[in-house]
């Protein structure tokens, strides 16, 4: 019998004892206690064993840049390709900092198998059909010293530059869980490497525009007291709601503030007549009054993550080679401070410069471009061209 | 002759581009309404935000069905007397179809005007705050453009050949049901071509790539 | 130019059922070429041939000087048509269609047209799908006439019409082609009305023509014969035997074109007796040919 076998039998058992009525024999109390222990310690033993199995297929070590690499011998080829074009990014991003990686970043890049695929039918969809063992997808995951990272899924077959890109955002993650308080949180824990494209940019631009944060909107009108306050780059306001908000916001905001799924709990105190009268009728003295009974906690920083993010990286190419390394050296009182230090500029000039970049991504007069125009005239003429030669008459 | 041929189809379209520009009028009013006409600071952006951008799919419905009205109308005439008149008249045939396609363009084209005139006017009535913009020429050209492709489609299927029409649809139907067979007997997870045509024709050059994007009457 | 219509050799098959056959036709120019037929015998379809509305298999096809279908729009431009449905857009008035019409043609007569619409007792307000059949019938000549036309076809215009609208239209019709001097073709199965107004006569049937004559050929030179006694094989006749069919007795008739008195010799000559030499009128000598051509014999 199998290890997996004897677990779930014991998970059967464990659930059956755990369905008798209380038992006081003190020998049968003991011998359910050694059973549980038991499961417990087979179930941990399983998960080893598993990874052992696992990790056996990964005979191939070799180091690529600042990355050490473990795979497989199917993935050698394109995982030293993909990880010599990310070592490049990486190094292009982080300067110097890159070198101190080095020694202790490891990516493993790992085959995922699959013994089915699915078959499309008419009328029944999509069901399981048994087929050889093939790869459907790669793993890759990352350590820091010793530490897990978040890791990704990549379609297979690889493609090179996808796979660079997913490594780049594992650095991304890896790099952002080290940096030093309180900038972590601040970037999710993350802190971006990779340049943001034009369009990433204008939509950027968009979400500022119409953010529900009346604060972030006018950052991006050229307000730069409002970008201070709504990147909390000095501190967090000691009234969140007045500093970040308009009236015009407030029933929204009371629609929408706190954690999702801690909500219900933070209304509770709240009448429902009050909620009514903000929420329903949109009376702005009672979105005072209900706002001001939740806790400030309810009320993150109105700068959305993106745009913090960008914030980050720009102190980045600024600062230069040694940017990163002066972002990870904590000490910093405020954020606005550490950004600041990593640039080497001060905060005003990062806002001044960040409030320029955004405002250059302003996304262009939605008239259509020209390659829209050129593929509508193209099927135009077309179409053109099908009815002069129709005979509708025959 | 091309003034003749517009007022023909003017009057066989008439009552659909008189509701079509009723519409035009009456969507950028529904979408702003978001907006107290007072004064810019009482208003909530994101909301008024939201209801330009759903305003789009209506721009984008309206685009879609004043197109296939038009087109249909366009050969309605022709096509019960068998094309008989419109085969007498002293032109060649392609200039015949071009000036009934210019004429089914320009009614396009006065709806369109329509999309940017009354969004120009609902946009001066309502304050408009200034992180946004008002586009209403932009939208009228992409209104103009998106509605000339299902038009051109459609109007090229009427004025064909009915056997090339029936040729063409049996194609397309066998197409489709060795696309099916081939996906139920596993040989491809999901139809094969017709995901190939759907990507075709809404990718981001294809010709009904107009209806991804949004159609916006304000933007930042 | 001569001839207005030529066609040479012309070959269609529109269906699986139906099919003209070498088709060889001339219209004189500054004819009225009546063009008879019973229904189906594929003069409408000639006439789409010859308008460029169809394109031939085979053969040429010359209208007023160019070839068609290459030269259709010039030739229309010259042409005067009536369909013989109504082919009006529905939704329009008179006075609509006739703007429609003149901005097509720059040989439009307003002041014509403006004459032929009172003359017919047409309204410019009137909608076409409220018109009566006469009144449709009218305002197709009315545009057909209007355009000045150096050759009409009408197909079966009066096709219909009560005897006081036929009248209205022929007159209108016989009006123009006199002051014109016009080229018409006209189609039609009413064989009497063409007798009155057509210089020239063209038979088609199934696809064929089977005669094709000065109007004065066709109505003096058919004629039927009542002769007894003849044998059963006779020598080649000097006019042409366009049927023969038995009658009571020894008696029988023949059915002959380009008949001369003199030639009576000829039958006497074969132990025969001419009893009577019958005049035919036109309708019946369009039935003699009808009946020559179905039963294979020479036309």
Known sequence: MSDRHVVGALFALGAWAGALPAQTDPALLARRDALRARADSLTSRLASLDAIARDSALTVTMRVGVFAVRTTPALQEIARAAFTQADAEARRALGTFADSLGGHLTLTLREQHRAWRASWTPLVGV????????????????????????????????????????????????????????????????????????????SLYRTLATSDAAVVRHCVAGDSVACRVGFALDSLPRDRVSAWYDASDLPTL????????????????????????????????????????????????????????????????????????????????????????????????????????????????????????????????????????????? | MFRAILYTQWKWARPVLLLAMLVAGYIPVDALRAAPYKSVDTYHIPSLYLGITSASVYYQLLALGVAVVVA????????????????????????????????????????????????????????????????????????????????????????????????LVAAVVTVIVVDLLLASLGTTEKPLILGWVLDGLYSGRGPLAAFLSKWMLVDV | MSDAISLKHVAYRPAREFAIRDLNMTVPAGAIYGFLGPNGSGKTTTIK??????????????????????????????????????????????????DHHRAFFPTWDAARAGELRRQFGLRTEQKIDRLSKGESGKLMMLLALATQPELLVLDEPTDGLDPVVRRDVLSALVEYVSARNATVLVSSHLVHEQERICDWVGVMDDGALIAELPMHAFRSGIKRLRVSGAPPVLPAPPFM????????????????????????????AQGAVLREVIDLDLEESFVELLRTARSGGVA
Request: proline letters at 7%; hydrophobic letters at 50%.
């Open chain 2, 72 to 167: 249909i109308s366009t050969w309605q005439a022709d096509g019960q007397r068998r094309h008989v008149y419109a085969l007498s008249l002293p032109v060649p045939r392609w200039r015949f179809v071009l000036l009934r396609f210019g004429a089914g363009a320009a009614l396009l084209g006065t709806v369109a005007v329509a999309v940017g005139l009354f969004g120009a006017l609902a946009a001066a009535l309502a304050p408009l705050p200034p992180m946004l913009h008002a586009y209403p020429i932009g939208l009228a050209v992409r209104f103009w453009l998106g509605a000339l492709v299902p038009f051109a489609l459609i109007f090229a299927l009427l004025s064909s050949d009915p056997r090339r029409v029936r040729l």
């Open chain 3, 49 to 98: 041939l010859i308008l460029g509305m169809q394109e031939a298999d085979d053969g040429t096809i010359d209208v007023l000087g160019h070839t068609i279908p290459q030269g259709a729009p010039q030739a229309l431009a010259r042409i005067g048509y009536v369909p013989e449905k109504v082919h009006l857009y529905a939704s329009l008035t008179v006075g609509e269609m006739m």
């Open chain 1, 254 to 394: 009371a629609r929408t503030a706190g954690d999702p799924m801690q909500r219900g709990w933070m209304l509770q105190a709240i009448s429902n007549d009050l909620q009514e009268a903000c929420v329903g009728q949109r009376q702005v003295e009672a979105c005072r009054q209900m706002l001001a009974r939740l806790p400030d906690e309810a009320f993150r920083i109105p700068m959305p993550g993106a745009a913090r993010e960008s914030l980050a990286r720009l102190a980045l190419e600024i600062g230069g080679a040694g940017a990163v390394s002066r972002l990870r050296q904590g000490g910093a009182p405020s954020i606005g401070a550490q950004l600041a230090a990593a640039a080497g500029v001060s905060t005003d000039e990062l806002l001044r410069r960040w409030m320029a970049r955004v405002a250059a991504a302003r996304p262009a007069s939605p008239l259509p471009n020209a390659s829209f125009v050129l593929a509508s005239l193209a099927c135009i003429a077309v179409c053109y061209g099908w009815a002069a030669k129709g005979k509708p008459w025959n």
């Open chain 3, 241 to 268: 035997m366009l049927g023969r069919t038995a009658t009571a007795g020894a008696e029988e008739e023949w059915g002959v074109r380009g008949w001369q008195p003199e030639m009576a010799a000829w039958i006497a």
């Open chain 1, 127 to 202: 069901r399981r059909v048994a087929e050889k063992d093939h790869i459907v997808s790669v793993s890759l995951e990352a350590t820091l010293d010793g530490r897990d990272v978040p890791g990704v899924l990549v379609d297979y077959p690889l493609a090179r530059g996808e796979l660079a890109t997913n490594t780049l955002a594992v650095v991304e993650r890896a790099v952002g869980f080290n940096l030093a308080a309180p900038i972590e949180p601040w970037l999710n824990h993350r802190l971006p490497l990779r340049a943001a494209s034009d369009g990433w940019s204008a």
